[in-house]
């Protein structure tokens, strides 16, 4: 059934990326339809989403978010394989444009490893096509992510994601990965972690004031910062339409050990509420973000809004 299931996605995402662009943007419209009028799919978590992230919009302006937020899910699914098997240069000049790798060059040029913490923002998938531009500054990126259950469906992605020259590392493997890169003779490496997902339940060290919320943040990527002193940069992603992004790296520090504890992940939860504000429907508002409750965990580190707030 397994093996059934993977062939059958194949034959459906081998079909996609061969379908002209105006069948796609009609397929968009008409699933993102049935998401959210037939389906109603995970509506009622993507309402209270946004419900309590923006209580200062009104009804009416959070529908339109909401409306969005469909039509872009749908793009991010149906559009996805034929945009990963466009020409290269249709890709960087068209589709997924990182206009200056000035902060990306700098701090290579003091380090051999460096990490670029991102959101669910805009198509995800098509990061992995940054290894485009890396090529040019003879950096690898190593994207970070959880494995699948299914084993056939888990290599199809693999194979997807790599396409392009990037690595993958199993998100339980990556201190040891980060190490090898440290350690290898030749060769720089942007370890790339995608971080706003709610932490599992042994992972949940610091709550601070995310989206109107007392939220739970992975801290995973300030700690082998600190522990390795590795820079770390913030990928700021622009939806300029469903189907075209700009990138953009900000430096976050470069000297982790200098900075106060969770100061890195403070000053990266900042930057993404600061893009999700800025295009609110490119987010992932179908995850259960908030299902780690402050009053669950007594002992986690409160930032110092929440502080104020006690």
Not at 24 to 49: D, G, P, Q, T, W
Not at 123 to 152: A, C, I
Request: proline share 6%; hydrophobic share 40%; with cysteine.
């Amino acid at each position: 059934m397994e093996r059934l299931e993977y062939l059958l996605l194949r034959l459906l995402l081998g079909l996609l990326a061969r379908l002209p662009w105006w069948v796609i943007h009609c397929l968009c419209r008409l699933s993102a339809f049935l998401l959210e009028h037939v389906l109603h799919y995970r509506r009622k978590v993507i309402r209270e989403n946004l419900a309590n992230s923006f209580p200062e919009k009104s009804e009416a302006e959070r529908r339109k978010i909401e409306r969005d937020f469909y039509l872009q899910f749908a793009y991010n699914f149906l559009s996805t394989p034929k945009l990963l098997r466009l020409p290269s240069h249709e890709i960087m000049e068209r589709h997924f444009l990182i206009p200056d790798l000035t902060p990306l060059r700098q701090v290579f040029e003091e380090h051999p490893c460096a990490f670029a913490a991102l959101g669910h923002l805009g198509n995800w998938e098509l990061f992995s096509t940054g290894q485009l531009y890396f090529d040019q500054l003879g950096v690898t990126m190593d994207q970070v992510y959880r494995p699948l259950k299914s084993k056939l469906m888990d290599e199809f992605f693999a194979r997807q994601r790599q396409a392009f020259g990037a690595t993958l590392t199993p998100k339980a493997q990556v201190a040891r990965r980060l190490v090898e890169h440290l350690n290898a003779a030749e060769g720089k490496t942007l370890m790339a972690m995608i971080t706003d997902q709610a932490p599992g339940m042994g992972h949940v060290h610091y709550f601070t004031l995310f989206l109107n919320q007392a939220t739970a943040i992975l801290d995973g990527v300030e700690r082998l910062a600190r522990k390795y002193n590795l820079p770390v940069l913030y990928f700021d992603i622009e939806r300029v339409s469903p189907v075209r992004f700009v990138g953009r790296f900000r430096l976050i520090t470069d000297s982790p050990r200098e900075l106060p504890p969770l100061a890195i992940t403070e000053q990266y939860t900042r930057l993404l509420e600061e893009t999700i504000r800025r295009d609110p429907a490119s987010w992932l508002w179908s995850h259960r973000r908030w299902k780690r409750p402050l009053s669950d965990y007594p002992e986690a580190t409160l930032s110092e809004a929440l502080r104020d707030q006690e």
